[in-house]
């Protein structure tokens, strides 16, 4: 707790002190904690591994059916959805990553950059390092920790509800022990299987509105016991009992 209240008091003190200075491009250069620093406000036409990190981190706002690219480019669509993020925590929304942006979302993230209110352990019970996938160990982590953005972005939409996560990455060792598909979106990192409460369906029909674009739940062979979502390249959705 001590550690998550240092945070929130480097980031009021980050935001106050750009304030104060009357800041206006640049974002400031004091950490807020260890994962990562933006230090300059992004808007329509920047772009950067700095955009990356911002997409990353608002993937999760976007229209139904959406998908943020992770480009580095802040075209419309990043605009929008930090508009989205914005409104949702009650900052002036206008598209525009600054302070009071980046003081969030420092707020929002643990050192190892995962949000809050997820973890790696939460998507990985398989193995330790990430292995034996269908993609290499760094990318199926780096997948995960963007899931884990836009499962944030969905527990915040339905009311900062714990989501419990009953399996995610999976080595190929790992998917065949629980008879999982030869192409499931586990192998990959970037799949989350969704359990308890809010229901199953009421799970399914918000992931719609939070940037995943395979959407398997209730009435699909298989899923009556969880709704599952992930980002695969083929979007798909199937959740016949949930009207989806």
Same mark, same amino acid.
């Given at each position: 707790?001590?550690? $998550?209240?240092?945070?929130?008091?480097? &980031?009021?003190?980050?935001?106050?002190?750009?304030?104060?200075?009357?800041?206006?491009?640049?974002?400031?250069?004091?950490?807020?904690?260890?994962?990562?620093?933006?230090?300059?406000?992004?808007?329509?036409?920047?772009?950067?591994?700095?955009?990356?990190?911002?997409?990353?981190?608002?993937?999760?706002?976007?229209?139904?059916?959406?998908?943020? &690219?992770?480009?580095?480019?802040?075209? +419309?669509?990043? /605009?929008?959805?930090? $508009?989205?993020?914005?409104?949702?925590?009650?900052?002036?929304?206008? %598209?525009?990553?600054?302070?009071?942006?980046?003081? =969030?979302?420092? @707020?929002?993230?643990?050192?190892? #950059?995962?949000?809050?209110?997820?973890?790696? @352990?939460?998507?990985? =019970?398989?193995?330790?390092?990430?292995? %034996?996938?269908?993609? !290499?160990? +760094?990318? /199926?982590?780096?997948? +995960?920790? =963007?899931?884990?953005?836009?499962?944030?972005?969905? $527990?915040?939409?339905?009311? *900062?509800?714990?989501?419990?996560?009953?399996?995610?990455?999976?080595?190929?060792? #790992?998917?065949?022990?629980?008879?999982?598909?030869?192409?499931?979106?586990?192998?990959?990192?970037?799949? /989350? *299987?969704?359990?308890?409460?809010?229901?199953?369906?009421?799970?399914?029909?918000? !992931? $719609?509105?939070?940037?995943? &674009?395979?959407?398997?739940?209730?009435?699909?062979?298989?899923?009556?016991?969880?709704?599952?979502?992930?980002?695969?390249?083929?979007?798909?959705?199937?959740?016949?009992? #949930?009207?989806?």
């Amino acid at each position: 707790m001590f550690g $998550r209240a240092s945070r929130l008091l480097l &980031s009021f003190v980050m935001l106050m002190t750009g304030m104060v200075a009357g800041m206006g491009v640049a974002a400031g250069t004091a950490h807020a904690d260890s994962c990562y620093t933006w230090n300059r406000s992004l808007s329509q036409g920047s772009s950067g591994s700095d955009v990356t990190q911002l997409q990353i981190r608002v993937a999760g706002w976007v229209t139904s059916g959406e998908r943020l &690219s992770y480009d580095g480019q802040y075209g +419309a669509r990043t /605009a929008a959805a930090v $508009r989205k993020f914005q409104a949702a925590y009650g900052l002036s929304a206008d %598209g525009v990553a600054g302070p009071a942006t980046f003081s =969030k979302i420092y @707020a929002l993230q643990d050192a190892d #950059c995962t949000p809050v209110h997820f973890s790696y @352990a939460e998507l990985n =019970k398989c193995n330790s390092d990430w292995s %034996g996938g269908a993609v !290499s160990a +760094a990318t /199926a982590k780096s997948n +995960a920790l =963007k899931t884990m953005w836009k499962l944030e972005a969905m $527990r915040h939409a339905l009311g *900062d509800v714990p989501i419990t996560i009953s399996s995610g990455f999976r080595s190929r060792a #790992c998917n065949n022990a629980v008879g999982g598909s030869a192409t499931s979106r586990h192998l990959y990192g970037d799949a /989350a *299987d969704l359990v308890g409460s809010p229901s199953l369906c009421r799970l399914a029909q918000q !992931s $719609r509105t939070h940037g995943f &674009s395979e959407i398997l739940g209730p009435g699909y062979p298989g899923h009556n016991d969880h709704t599952h979502v992930a980002f695969d390249p083929s979007p798909y959705w199937s959740a016949p009992t #949930c009207g989806i």
